[in-house]
């Protein structure tokens, strides 16, 4: 039975795809890079970095919870990761391609942030 039935329960554990917990970190991997030019990196390498191991750390966190739960599999929380951030590349080409013009204009960073 498909998990994607509408109405119908998922089975019992491990049966949970994507990983929503996980899904819940890994939706501000966005803030990385979407608006254009890698936003935070625009302003500073060091917060963009800090950014991303936060929002990686807290998804792995997340997701390794409901695995220890019986919830989910590990490759739920890795898919859950690559598909938050496949969303935010197709957000930020679309913003880039799309968006207003000061999207386009990169910004220097600074040496050393």
Known sequence: MSHWSWGVSDGGGG??????????????LGGYFVGGYFVLRRVSTRAAAAWLGVALIAGLV??????????????????TAWICWVV?????????RFGPQSLKQAVPVHAGS
């Open 15 to 28: 049966g949970c795809f994507p990983a929503g917990h996980a899904s819940a970190a890994f939706c501000y």
């Open 62 to 79: 997340l997701g390794a919870s409901q695995q220890l739960r019986g919830a989910h599999f590990m490759r739920h929380t890795l898919w």
């Open 88 to 96: 935010g590349c197709a957000i930020d080409a679309v913003a880039t």
